[in-house]
């Protein structure tokens, strides 16, 4: 079975073709990070008309790069939620039209699915049950897997997401949009024991995460050092002080929850998935901490931690494959909780 797989959440126009036989057929993907640039955040008027004119030329890259045509598809895959609600519509339109011009099934997909199924699309996959870190720009949830659409929230952010803390210090140290990989290669000048950030929420009990405090720590510390600094090059390395210590605050706290959703789960697989798993240092950390607990660790290739088609195909697949298929009439949920969703039958 071939599926088109279409992702326009937020700021990435991502379409893929995926065969249940084959593989990945083909994957293409255009980001609008020169669009919002400027403005340091997405803008979500530009980005869902930004998607309407990138999808279509996409569409026909992924078609002749799997050198297949329209009729080859059997099903056809969009976000559906959570995201910005006029940029998924622009997905969820051309992927229900589609569906209906070919005379296919379409399904709407959970974005967070996706990201959570992405490391299946690798070798070797994680087997269910595992649990899932989830940590993208809007959402950082630990989910216990049990199967597609068996999905326990175990834990997640109470305020600000861990990519989201990431792209707020970067702005606050005077870096791009999107933050995550500017503040993680400025880090690489850090200093090592020059600060020691506070791990939010460690000491208590449970496994909701909280950013925000990191945060106000983050921007305190900063003006507090910046009055002290003689001159540019004593700016830059505060900087670049600052950023380490941010980012290895937020990768201890992750790893610190992991272990502990891994030991009150008793699961021995943990899969890391969203933008953040992008993360070197998260990765480093996560992988020495899984050694510990004679556990292991799964992620997408670094093309797939962030947004992209590929996911959103897969995901749709798990559904299709089972005969699923949604009405003529479609809609965007730009709130949707993970743990709603059920499993394919
Ligand atoms: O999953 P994603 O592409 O979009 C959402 O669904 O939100 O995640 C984007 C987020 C952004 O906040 C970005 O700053 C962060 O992932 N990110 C990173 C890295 N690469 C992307 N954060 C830390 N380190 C990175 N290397
Ligand atoms: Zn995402």
Request: glycine letters at 12%; one cysteine or more.
């Amino acid at each position: 079975m071939i599926v088109l797989g279409i992702e326009t959440s937020c700021d990435e126009t991502g379409l893929a073709l995926y065969d249940s036989e084959r593989g990945l057929l083909a994957d293409a993907l255009h980001s609008q990070v020169a669009l919002h640039a400027d403005y340091g955040g997405v803008v979500p008027e530009l980005a869902s008309r930004d998607h309407v004119q990138k999808a279509l030329p996409l569409l026909r890259q992924v078609l002749d790069e799997a050198g297949i045509g329209a009729a080859d598809i059997d099903g056809v895959a969009w976000t559906a939620g959570p995201g910005l609600v006029g940029a998924l519509l622009v997905g969820a339109a051309l992927g229900r039209s589609l569906a209906f011009a070919w005379g296919v099934p379409g399904v709407g997909v959970h974005h967070m699915e996706g990201h959570l199924l992405a490391p299946m699309l690798e070798d070797p996959a994680p087997e269910f049950p595992f649990v899932a870190l989830l940590v993208s720009g809007g959402h950082t949830q630990l989910v216990e897997v049990a199967g597609v659409g068996r999905y326990r929230l175990l834990g997640e952010s109470l305020d600000d997401a861990a990519g989201e803390a990431f792209d707020k210090t970067a702005k606050l140290l005077g870096l791009g949009y999107p933050g995550g990989p500017a503040v993680a290669k400025l880090a690489e000048q850090g200093r090592p024991g020059r600060f020691d950030f506070p791990r939010p929420m460690v000491n208590r009990p449970g496994l909701d995460f909280s950013f925000s405090g990191l945060k106000t720590y983050t921007m305190n510390t900063l003006r507090e050092e910046e009055a002290r600094c003689a001159g540019d090059a004593e700016r830059g390395q505060l900087a670049a002080d600052i950023a380490l210590a941010f980012e290895t605050a937020v990768v201890e706290t992750l790893a610190i929850k992991c272990r502990r959703a891994l030991d009150e789960t008793g699961l021995r697989r943990l899969v890391v998935a969203g933008g953040v798993s992008a993360n070197r240092r998260l990765r480093g950390r996560l992988e020495a901490e899984v050694a510990r607990l004679g556990a292991a660790v799964y992620y997408p290739r670094p093309a797939f931690c962030t947004d992209n088609g590929a996911m959103i195909a897969y995901a749709g697949w798990q559904r299709l494959r089972v005969g699923a298929s949604e009405p003529l009439a479609f809609n965007a949920r730009p709130r949707w909780g993970l743990e709603e969703l059920s499993p394919p039958c």
